[in-house]
């Protein structure tokens, strides 16, 4: 039986409620167990016979970082998902990554609108309006909700990739690759049944925006998209927050891709100035955090790698498919540097004042991951001889669960594909497990200490 | 007449008082102007002739990075100040680095006592009551304190070095050896009249540990030094945080730099197990921010660099010599994590609760370097066809007023080197403008917007 501890009202996402001091099992300890398990599951059946093309050997830590990296919607590979894997491997993969985006979306909602205690019970309230969990069996009519979103944009995706391919590829393999590229696009899982991913569709406007719409619905989030798509009579403070960093962040990265690559022959150099931009704005879109690439990643130049650093660590939204620290812990760290510069001590956005709490989680989720990942590279850099900047680059690529490469991680060492598979697995997990770490009221919380300030 | 507004009890560092509305001048401007003429008043000096050694001719920019660099206290060197400048010249430097380091660390406390209106009334007392600038003439006697402090530090370090220069160097060059070093290592400034730094003496304990001493007393700040010397019955909170983050960062970086460059045969792979110790402290002091290096960084691997990068863009403690964005800075990081897992919400050390407005500085003072810092490395590494390990490395070092280098200075491009000379300067001078901006109270700050909350 699972209890969840809650000195108001009880609550639980499997339903039991229950006025017990102690806990059985945290939410928190569920899902970073679950994830493992299912994680475990799913290399044990890429290992089944079947499962690799003919006369391909899956070795034991490539089939746990598949899996990982799937479950995980990552998308960095250590063997060609293309030609390694058998059509059934592919189908494993499909689903692995289909229950990964589904699941981390249900759940990250599910708790900011149940378990989010650390979240205003005014907002908790304007949560559950919006998705109607107040009424018995809304869980479930929510989780019904998300698999209707989901499966419709997947659809649509599909729909639109079938028109390019049907003419280019035999009819099961043209309906395969639709659907397999539409589900990991709109999970922002970055798994590819083409050895390039979409380097031959660099020039075909239809599959790379069709990317671009599932990639960047996907990473908005549940709550933003039903929002937008319900036409909710006015947007919530965290739809707009969202909405607008998401459309800043694609326009820098697009115009900062586009300046610094403009002259570079081994990726947009060739193109048309039309094209130029078409992919400029692809590999804007695609740290963030899906993990295709329509122009190989190797060839970019070192400053155009850290853009991309830099994006894939912001990574997309919370409540979405994606990854990083999300686009409204981003607005937040600005925000209080504008607080500061205008001597106010408090953020605001949208005529709304953020509370304290919510900026503090913000530092919290920013200052931990990027000392882990600047660790965690360090440690690489130690003993992999491979260029730093690329060491860099697949960490915070498997950190912020995107799975762009610059094709360094399947000739790592052992230890570095280990180091890589926790990072990806603290990405979607780690942050979650900060996010629903259940509140703790103890006697100490009672004594308030006097303020003495610092000299900084 | 310089006039600072002050809606309560006016203020200002040169005495006038009055309570108009408008600013002639801001101190932050006075401030920001003041160093720019004197770096050109002293860019200026170094070209006179009789400057240079016989034969040297300075550039313009070269003057102007020199004397940037040592009223910055950075030690960056784009020319040998061993060879290349003429005992006069490297008197000049002297002065820079001395009006230097104790111009900063006498605005910096200045700031926090007069014009840190961010700073709590109460504390404000605090500090007023250690320095007893209460008092009429507490301005000038808290001068002459400093003034008394640093050469007393300054003395004894001449002092120490003159035991290991007299037996190697001929008197004269032994004494101003001593004075100079003594100097720039109490200034954090890292300028050296030899060569290579103190790489000579990489197994001379007294004048390693005399430089250790020096670097570390200048960059504890002036108010820990004084609370700590004359025994204060209590240490304030300020000093016990310095204390504690300074002791925890020379314990870390030693035992990490030990670690990695244990078996590096080009750092401290040839040395006895005890000078690898005091070479690996010598390491760990050295980024915090002063500069000298006992062994050559170019040879350090990849890994020790980073952790230098992060020690140097941390810094030193407030109010002292050093740069970076300081000890204070990254407690209050790191007390918002625990807080965060603690569910407090607060920051809190030793039995007292930070400010929230210091801890939004803090967050301030880490993002805007921090992206600053990103910004200008991707800018030299897109046309420098350096390393980009190292070019990160000679931007942190100028942000931090460090001056440790890889060595590949004096050979950048221009830009290169007026990109770094905007670091150094803002290094020093961003920082305080952050924390000298005078507070606005104006009719906005009167509305207070309902809270609402954003996922993250
Ligand atoms: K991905
Ligand atoms: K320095």
């Known amino acids: 039986m699972l209890v969840i501890r809650d000195t108001g009202k009880s609550t639980s996402i499997f339903g039991s409620v229950n006025h ?52 995980c919607v990552t998308g960095l590979i250590v063997v060609d998902t293309a030609t390694f894997f058998s059509f059934w491997g592919q189908i494993v993969i499909l689903v692995l990554i289909q229950c990964g985006g589904l699941g981390y979306m249900t759940l990250t909602t599910l708790i900011a609108i149940g378990l989010g205690r650390r979240i205003e019970y005014r907002d908790r309230l304007a949560l559950k309006e919006t998705f109607s969990l107040e009424t018995p069996g809304g869980v479930v009519r929510f989780t019904l909700n998300v698999l209707k979103y989901t499966f419709t944009f997947e659809a649509l995706g599909a729909f639109l990739f079938l028109i390019s391919f049907i003419g280019r590829y035999p009819l099961p393999k043209a309906i395969f690759a639709s659907i397999f590229h539409s589900v990991s696009a709109f999970c922002n899982a970055g798994f590819s049944i083409f050895s390039n991913s979409f380097e031959d569709f660099v020039q075909n406007p239809l599959v790379v925006l069709t990317l671009c719409f599932l990639i960047i619905s996907g990473g908005l989030g549940f709550m933003v998209l039903k929002e937008v798509i319900t036409k909710h009579r006015i947007l919530s403070l965290h739809s707009k927050v969202v909405i607008r960093v998401t459309i800043l962040l694609l326009l820098a990265g697009t115009l900062l891709i586009l300046l610094t690559e403009w002259n570079n022959p081994n990726t947009i150099g060739i193109l048309s100035p039309g094209h130029k931009v078409l992919t400029s704005f692809f590999q804007a879109v695609t740290p963030r955090t899906a993990g295709f690439n329509t122009i190989p990643i190797r060839s970019l130049r070192s400053i155009s790698l850290f853009i991309m650093i830099f994006l894939m660590f912001i990574g997309a939204s919370p409540g979405g498919t994606g990854g990083g620290i999300k686009t409204t812990t981003l607005a937040l760290l600005l925000g209080i540097v504008k607080g500061v510069a205008q001597e106010k001590n408090r953020v605001e956005y949208f005529h709304r004042r953020i509370p304290n709490e919510t900026i503090y989680r913000a530092i919290a989720q920013t200052i931990l991951p990027f000392l882990l990942v600047s660790v965690v590279s360090i440690i690489i850099m130690s003993y992999q001889p491979n260029n730093p900047t690329q060491i860099i680059f697949e960490v915070f690529s498997a950190f912020g669960t995107v799975g762009l490469s610059t094709g360094i991680t399947p000739r790592l060492f052992t230890l570095s594909k280990f180091l890589l598979m926790v990072m990806m697995y603290y990405g979607k997990v780690g942050l979650l497990g900060l996010a629903i770490y259940p509140v703790k009221k103890d006697e100490k919380e009672c004594i308030l200490y006097p303020e003495e300030g610092v000299q900084l």
């Open 20 to 71: 017990e001091r102690h806990i059985m099992f945290k939410p928190a300890q569920i899902i970073l167990l679950g994830y493992i398990a299912v994680i475990l599951l799913g290399s044990f059946i890429l290992m089944l016979p079947g499962m690799t093309a003919p006369g391909k050997d899956l070795k034991f830590i490539d089939a746990v970082f598949t899996s990982t990296s799937a479950i």
